[in-house]
């Protein structure tokens, strides 16, 4: 256990050195703690959902590794969610994707779901403080199997999957609506070629007017929001994906909706924090989807990297706190799944908490005055700055555990509950 004494001793020396250069931690860490990480409920079970006993299927993702403890039923789940929350500092939401439907074992069709089928979620929600976000699910379904949804060629298969989309959206203001906070929507599809196509724009076309159909419906936003996701590639779509990035930027500002930008969903060189400030210039308001790529999409856990650092620094630095929907998107199956959201989590928290502690005006007025020798020397000699004690203190008060403490309690959690699964 820690020593409460150690933790805030050390936290008074680190209060002085960010108050040196001008940065008041206390009010830092007052405004981390209202800014909401969405986590991603598929990360309990390898994007399994409870629709079917048969787990993930196509779709151009994968979840790898098989260590033991993955949830299997809707209680399981949360069950472990309540683990996970309970050792990350602040209040957070969930994003749940449409196959984690709770019916009792009753079978039902995705163009046919309901708010009715989610409510055991909205309830564990409101007991629970948590705002909740949602996704369609293009994926794992025999009307996808040939890796097209709503780009597809079949008006019938357009249509099943127009309506799985309305459906959903519904789903989604009901959240809104019980929660008393925005649910965002999401909106991501496998529809991609393997091999080179002949035509490009035909998809395209009808992707547009199938979304045009699913978004047709206006949905106040103080209860719903729509946002649109791209990708590079992916798994059976390696040469051709209908909804690219290019695609969804220009839908989503003709069409003012969210844009999702995934930090896996890109070219290897390219990095999703130098897109923040482009896109927030024309658009009101992005979904980030933090992953961490290794050599592309492969969903690691988050870590606490320069890209981490450099989403942070964009969001906190031109005050888009309120303009950015922060969310995680990762499912390694190779580890433990709770530990994996816990390490995530708190990674993304620590990286808005050090963007948190930067002298940002200071730093802003080097650049204007062309001062670019102290705007260096100032970002380096905050790298070194005491992070680490602020966050303990952050974690102590908000009664979560300090420093590695929260890996004794998952693994104990594991002898306990997820060893027996």
């Not at 992916?234 to 930008?261: D, K, M, P, Q, W």
């Not at 948190?356 to 070194?384: I, V």
Request: contains cysteine; aromatic residues 10%; glycine residues 8%.
């Amino acid at each position: 256990m820690s020593n409460t004494s150690s933790v805030e001793k050390a936290y008074e020396l680190a209060k002085q050195r960010y108050a040196d250069i001008g940065v008041n931690t206390d009010q830092a860490m007052a405004a981390l703690k209202k800014i909401p990480i969405s986590l991603h409920c598929w990360q309990g079970d390898d994007v399994g959902g409870f629709e079917s006993t048969g787990g993930l299927t196509g779709g151009g993702i994968q979840a790898t590794g098989n260590y033991p403890g993955r949830a299997r039923t809707a209680d399981e789940l949360r069950a472990d969610l309540d683990v996970v929350y309970s050792m990350i500092p602040g209040r957070h939401r969930l994003s749940l994707h449409a196959i984690y439907l709770d019916t009792g074992g009753k079978k039902v069709e995705r163009n046919a779901i309901q708010p009715e089928h989610y409510a055991s979620w909205v309830h564990w929600a409101k007991s629970n403080n948590h705002g909740m976000d949602f996704n369609p699910t293009f994926f794992s379904h025999p009307k996808a199997a040939d890796g097209f949804t709503l780009a597809h060629p079949d008006a019938g298969i357009r249509k099943f999957w127009i309506e799985h989309g309305i459906a959903c959206r519904k789903i989604g203001e009901s959240f809104g609506r019980q929660l008393g906070t925005p649910c965002v929507t999401n909106v991501w599809i496998p529809d991609g070629y393997k091999d080179v196509p002949v035509d490009r724009f035909g998809p395209r076309e009808r992707l547009r007017e199938s979304l045009d159909a699913v978004f047709a419906e206006r949905i106040d936003p103080k209860y719903h929001l729509d946002a649109v996701e791209g990708k590079l590639f992916g798994i059976g779509s390696e040469s051709f994906v209908v909804g690219s990035h290019e695609f969804y930027l220009g839908y989503a500002l003709t069409r003012n909706v969210l844009l999702t930008l995934d930090s896996g969903h890109f070219h290897p060189t390219e990095v999703i924090s130098t897109k923040l400030s482009a896109v927030l210039c024309f658009a009101k308001e992005i979904l980030l989807h933090v992953s961490r790529p290794v050599r592309w999409d492969s969903d690691h856990v988050v870590a606490l990297d320069d890209e981490l650092f450099a989403i942070a620094q964009e969001i906190i630095r031109h005050g888009s706190t309120d303009r950015v929907h922060i969310g995680l998107d990762y499912f390694d199956a190779s580890i433990n799944r709770v530990a994996a959201w816990v390490i995530g989590a708190r990674n993304m928290a620590k990286a808005l908490l050090a963007a948190l502690l930067e002298p940002t005006d200071q730093l802003r007025n080097y650049e204007l005055t062309g001062d670019f020798t102290s705007r260096l020397a100032m970002l380096e000699e905050l790298k070194t700055l005491p992070l680490g004690a602020v966050w303990d203190y952050y974690c102590l008060q908000s009664g979560v555990p300090v420093g590695a403490e929260w890996l004794a309690k998952v693994k104990d959690y594991e002898a306990k509950v997820l060893s027996k699964r």
